[in-house]
DNA sequence: AATGAACATTTGTGATCACGTTATAGTAGG
DNA sequence: CCTACTATAACGTGATCACAAATGTTCATT
């Protein structure tokens, strides 16, 4: 894969930008945390205008919530919210699939089948920071070739919302027994050149994962009891401080 | 419809993102048009700062493009970028009505139909403007309706991209002979409760739509032969002068 | 110890400025 | 009449400041 861009040659707002919406992706904030426009320009040794553009940008693709006195936050899902969610990628991301199965060649293949693997041996492994990974490079190595721009802008949209819930629910996630790969099965009917399978396929693990967690996962509207949100953090009590915003050093 | 918020007790920068949102959408502006931070805030009569950030927002949403000088610029579609756009729609619109359907009650009903009129009207007085506004208007008050508001704001972000084409092919779009009246069935099919019937008939007619476009329109990769671009303007040779980027007194 | 008022800090917003780059118009040369 | 160059204007970016609103803290009072 070409790099996107030379990081040094793009401004100070767009790199900021791209950093907190990669971060959201992957679930580096909590829900509910505070992203003020001072500290995360503090935090990559900048003014405080870059920051505050990126932070407006990512306001305008709902990516964060923005509180009425104009602090941005980490959004905190309803269950309203999540079902949305749910129903549109369940409608975008089969679309992307159908669109780049025709576009996947041989590399592409064996790319698919590496990470199906790291995925599968990260869950023996009991590792769910790595089959979160894996699984989302999975999709959006297909999302990529479906070379939709807009569509491909769209999705990732819709992960930055849900990340940071994502990454708060893995050990709910990681504890659904699995009954057989889904990925593994996508791969199969792309490489039988099955795009709409693969596609359905893919409909079918979106609407079921949606499911189960609109069944398992605490919600910000959901009654509170017994500290509410804080259950179902790591199991090793990881009562660290709230990391930093962003780290200058990654 | 209620009155969103209270535009004064906006931030300015808010208040500037909505109107260039609003008039992408309608079409106010044409492909290729730049839009410059300075004459959009002497236009508004604010500082640099609010046009700054309301317009790095609309790139994000990529609603407008961005030239690598950073100056942003109203879209000039390739056909590849129109098809994708008419692929996403094909999905998310008939989605949105989906959802819509079973919570139109009668007001809803009557409002529609006041709009199905307006628009038949229209193209029988031979009106482009007001068949477009119509037409626009009824999908939106469906949309509205979904009560999804991450679809919506999906939704509009296509809209927002289109709509400077759209306006320019008004006379092309009005030249199709309609066979029936699409909209009427869909308020038909909404009126007997049938609201995956409504949801098909939507996504042929955005689908037929799309096609019908992409033979008769120009696009920005089609190769230039007499003026390109510029032919298809209203035949009344309405060479005015390009309409100011925002005007503040609306 | 719990409550509330006063203070200090932090926050977002908008304006203004400096800097380097890019686009534009005017002009000279072919 | 067209092209190439140059000077001037306009542009985006990022930093800094002032201000008002919101937030968090401290301390006195009950």
């Known amino acids: 894969m070409q790099p996107v861009t030379d990081l040094d040659s793009l401004s100070l707002e767009e790199t900021t930008y791209r950093r907190l919406r990669q971060a959201l992706m992957e679930g580096a904030f909590e829900p509910g945390q505070k992203l003020s426009i001072r500290r995360i320009a503090a935090a990559l040794g900048t003014s405080a205008m870059p ?7 990512l306001a305008t693709e709902q990516a964060v919530d923005v509180l009425p006195s104009g602090t941005a936050i980490v959004p ?19 679309l992307a699939l159908r669109l ?3 576009r996947i060649g041989g590399p592409r293949l064996s790319e698919l089948e590496a990470i199906v693997r790291d995925g599968w041996a990260a869950r023996e492994a009991n590792n769910p920071e790595e089959v979160l990974r894996a ?18 802008s769209i999705i990732e949209a819709l992960w930055m919302r849900r990340g940071p819930h994502f ?9 659904r027994v699995p009954a057989e790969n889904r990925h593994a099965e996508i791969l199969d009917a792309l490489r039988a050149g099955k795009g709409d399978e693969a596609s359905a396929e893919l409909k079918a693990e979106i609407e079921s994962t949606t499911a189960y967690l609109l069944e398992q996962m ?7 009891e017994d500290g509410g949100f804080d259950r179902l953090r790591s199991p090793a ?12 050093s990654g």
Not at 135 to 152: E, K, S, T
Not at 239 to 246: E, G, L, N, P, Y
């Open 218 to 224: 605490p919600f910000a509207d959901d009654p509170v």
């Open 135 to 152: 699984d989302r490079d999975f999709l959006f190595v297909l999302y990529h070739a479906a070379d939709a721009p807009m569509l491909l």
């Open 237 to 248: 009590g990881s009562t660290r401080k709230r990391r930093a915003a962003v780290g200058p």
């Open 100 to 102: 780049a199965a025709p």
């Open 76 to 94: 905190r899902l309803t269950r309203a919210a999540f079902r949305e969610l749910g129903t549109i990628r369940a409608e975008l991301e089969p």
């Open 167 to 175: 990454w708060d629910a893995r050990w709910i996630i990681i504890g």
């Open 51 to 57: 920051a505050r553009t990126a932070l407006r940008r």
